[in-house]
């Protein structure tokens, strides 16, 4: 009777195993849609009957439902002096099912580095991100979008994957993201898309495992990923790791 059940997911499915993200493009771990979006619902007899049975449609970026349950759902204050928060509560938004701010978002904005995994094979420093403002979105360093319909593991249809360069696509007219129209967007459109990636770039800290590349400790991380069974990393700057609790 008080209760809210939230079904949602970080990502998309993974191209292997069967995953199927049509008819959107790309899969987990790619900027596309195929791996960012996904379904989630929200169901709770405390929902009134004008909520019940509503879509909503703005973006709803994974780090908004923290914000959103806490502060929207259970009207608890969120201590932001001490805390910084980067996602939005967008309760009133759901509850009136008007629009929410689409000024700009950012998906993603990593610093590649060339990681000790055999399957990850990339080049320190090449960048990868992807922001949207309103219907465009641009993704740089992404060039392997394909089709994954749960049948066909290595993709198909895969014309954005020959090329690493910048894409642009209109989520409005092209939600499948089929046609790369970079080259036909007005300039101050694409100004914008790039002054918004450039913004993330210049604020951005380097994450852990670009400090040991930089560091020069890719062969112990290549010697600890290698004595774990592939699947654990440190998360601490110590490359000798022999207590059970400094690994997970």
Same mark, same amino acid.
């Given at each position: 009777?008080?209760?809210?059940?939230?079904? &949602?997911?970080?990502?998309? $499915? @993974?191209?292997?195993?069967?995953?199927? /993200?049509?008819?959107?493009?790309?899969?987990?771990?790619? /900027?596309?849609?195929?791996?960012?979006?996904?379904?989630?619902? +929200?169901?709770? #007899?405390?929902? @009134?009957? &004008?909520?019940?049975?509503?879509?909503?449609?703005?973006?709803?970026?994974?780090?908004?439902?923290? #914000?959103?349950?806490? @502060?929207?759902?259970?009207?608890?204050?969120?201590?932001?002096?001490?805390?910084?928060?980067?996602?939005?509560?967008?309760?009133?938004?759901?509850?009136?099912?008007?629009?929410?701010?689409?000024?700009?978002?950012?998906?993603?904005?990593?610093?590649?580095? $060339?990681?000790? *995994?055999?399957?990850?094979?990339?080049?320190?420093?090449?960048?990868?991100? &992807?922001?949207? +403002? /309103?219907?465009?979105?641009? +993704?740089?360093?992404?060039? !392997?979008?394909?089709? =994954?319909?749960? =049948?066909?593991?290595?993709?198909?249809?895969? !014309?954005?994957? !020959?090329?690493?360069?910048?894409?642009?696509? %209109?989520? $409005?007219?092209?939600?499948?993201?089929?046609?790369?129209?970079?080259?036909?967007?007005?300039?101050?459109?694409? %100004?914008?898309?790039?002054?918004?990636?450039?913004? *993330?770039?210049?604020?951005?800290?380097?994450? #852990?495992?670009?400090?040991?590349?930089?560091?020069?400790?890719?062969?112990?991380?290549?010697?600890?990923?290698? !004595?774990? %069974?592939?699947?654990?990393? #440190?998360? +601490?700057?110590?490359?000798?790791?022999?207590?059970?609790?400094?690994?997970?």
């Amino acid at each position: 009777e008080n209760t809210y059940l939230i079904f &949602a997911s970080d990502n998309g $499915s @993974s191209g292997t195993g069967h995953g199927c /993200n049509m008819p959107l493009n790309g899969e987990k771990n790619k /900027n596309f849609e195929g791996g960012a979006r996904t379904s989630a619902f +929200i169901h709770s #007899p405390l929902l @009134s009957e &004008a909520q019940q049975g509503t879509v909503y449609s703005p973006a709803f970026h994974a780090t908004d439902w923290l #914000p959103t349950i806490v @502060s929207g759902l259970l009207g608890l204050p969120l201590d932001t002096a001490d805390m910084r928060f980067d996602g939005l509560n967008l309760w009133d938004s759901i509850k009136s099912t008007l629009d929410a701010d689409s000024s700009g978002q950012l998906h993603n904005a990593a610093r590649r580095v $060339s990681m000790p *995994y055999d399957f990850y094979p990339l080049d320190l420093f090449s960048p990868k991100g &992807a922001v949207r +403002i /309103n219907d465009l979105k641009l +993704i740089i360093g992404d060039g !392997s979008g394909c089709y =994954y319909d749960g =049948y066909h593991e290595n993709g198909f249809d895969c !014309s954005t994957a !020959s090329t690493m360069e910048p894409l642009v696509f %209109n989520l $409005s007219s092209d939600p499948y993201e089929t046609t790369n129209i970079y080259q036909t967007v007005p300039d101050t459109d694409l %100004n914008a898309l790039w002054n918004e990636m450039d913004k *993330y770039w210049k604020s951005q800290q380097n994450a #852990p495992h670009v400090l040991y590349e930089l560091e020069g400790e890719t062969e112990c991380l290549q010697n600890l990923y290698d !004595s774990n %069974n592939g699947f654990l990393k #440190p998360w +601490i700057g110590q490359c000798a790791l022999t207590n059970d609790d400094d690994i997970h």
